[in-house]
């Protein structure tokens, strides 16, 4: 018997309203049956009196006492504008017009007899400002936010997105969040944040001192997954930093999950959006436990410039920094190595990489073979049994991806037991005249 698939989309409610007939256009040509509908509604006081922020817009001091900071004391960033355009960490500033909107979309959505997920965010609210994980003020609210969600519109779900510390290509996102909150929460969890902050300064220091043949080696050799640790006379505490992050990650979600079950009932579907599993521990998220809080798993895999292939860039830069006496080109491989990307053929010099141009997710880079990876890597990590859906680009979000290519990785998902996919933009896929 075949199974049914979960075809989804992620649509704004403008687009929508904008496009009458577009659903339908949408489920005779790519099988539609769900929609991931960005959340613009205007949340009632009930739920904005749970918001950490004190005042609308927020004060520039105020949101300073709510983000992540590093472990070296800085905050996770001084630019702070997407938070004094929000009413409380990861939502914006709405309307009645917008809840209107919204609300007359999900409707158009439910008509043409579709499933509907609420899109909201978490925590990383782009680049690298992060409202701190183990910050109560923080997780009252964003439990208030999602259980409002769950229970107002009739929808069958909520997608969380950004459920993560930043993304692995600002290297500096790796040693958030060391603030006092997240010092008590990692007592809480039974870890030491003085253990954990002595053996990961240790170990820079040890990579620092490594000769230019142990570099050599580094970037050159089929290193084993121990290797690294005889290298830098790595200790427990920074095992111990990344399982204390994934272990937030969880906790917090856990507890989101169990207050919208609660009120939407237990059939109500909650659950996010995977990073690329590759390097996925890197921000924070361990995705064998993913069925202990969540639904569902959706691979994000449809951002591969942003994610990906800025990573190596990122990380490449850092280890020259770090240690002059790598070549761009050892740099680089170091790079794939630690991230777990050196099996495929990739630059040897950061050009090739053609970082913001409408091809660079394919002119060098081997597209099919590097998303497949994550997503085998995904689908062995996620517990068996837990519905998942890769996320794949589908045309214009940022970039359009070769049709052939998309085909090849809706026909990997399926090989793959994947349960459907997701898709991010329409343009590839089909032809219609979008407004």
Excluded at 387 to 414: E, F, K, T
Aim: charged share 20%; hydrophobic share 40%.
């Amino acid at each position: 018997m075949t199974k049914s698939l979960r075809v989804g989309l992620y649509l704004e409610p403008e687009i929508i309203i904008r496009n009458p007939g577009y659903l339908e256009a949408l489920q005779d040509g790519i099988g539609l049956n769900l929609v991931i509908l960005t959340f613009t509604g205007e949340l009632p006081p009930e739920v904005l009196a749970y918001s950490p922020f004190g005042s609308i817009p927020p004060s520039p001091t105020r949101v300073r006492e709510l983000i992540s900071y590093h472990l070296d004391g800085e905050p996770c960033t001084t630019d702070l504008e997407v938070a004094l355009r929000s009413v409380g960490p990861h939502v914006s500033i709405s309307s009645p017009q917008a809840e209107a909107t919204m609300r007359r979309a999900l409707k158009m959505c439910q008509t043409a007899g579709l499933d509907v997920w609420l899109l909201a965010g978490m925590y990383t609210a782009y680049e690298s400002l992060m409202f701190c994980p183990g910050n109560e003020q923080n997780n009252r609210w964003y439990e208030a936010y999602y259980t409002h969600l769950a229970t107002a519109y009739g929808v069958q779900g909520i997608d969380i997105t950004h459920a993560r510390f930043p993304k692995t290509s600002l290297p500096r996102g790796i040693f958030l969040c060391g603030c006092r909150h997240c010092t008590q929460a990692a007592q809480e969890l039974g870890y030491d944040m003085a253990a954990m902050r002595a053996d990961i300064a240790h170990a820079l220091a040890s990579i620092k001192q490594l000769t230019p043949s142990q570099l050599t080696t580094l970037a050159s050799s089929a290193l084993g997954p121990l290797d690294m640790l005889h290298f830098s006379g790595m200790r427990s505490g920074v095992i111990d930093w990344f399982r204390f992050r994934a272990d937030l990650i969880a906790r917090n979600l856990k507890r989101f999950r169990r207050a919208v079950h609660q009120a939407a009932g237990p059939d109500f579907i909650f659950g996010a959006d995977t990073y690329p599993a590759s390097t996925s521990l890197f921000a924070g998220q361990d995705q064998t436990r993913w069925g202990d809080f969540a639904d569902f798993a959706s691979p994000l895999l449809s951002h591969v410039e942003n994610f990906p292939m800025k990573t190596f860039v990122a990380w490449a830069k850092s280890f020259q920094q770090w240690l002059p006496q790598l070549s761009e080109a050892e740099a680089l491989q170091l790079a794939y190595r630690m991230s777990g990307y050196a099996e495929l053929k990739l630059p040897d010099n950061i050009a090739d990489f053609a970082l913001g141009e409408p091809d660079c997710e394919y002119r060098h880079i081997p597209l099919r073979q590097l998303v497949r990876l994550d997503m085998a890597k995904a689908k062995l990590y996620l517990p068996q049994g837990l519905p998942a859906y890769p996320i794949l680009q589908g045309g214009g979000a940022p970039y359009n991806w070769p049709l052939p290519i998309v085909q090849q990785l809706m026909a990997d998902a399926l090989e793959l037991d994947y349960d459907g996919y997701i898709f991010q933009g329409t343009s590839v896929l089909m032809e219609y005249d979008l407004k």
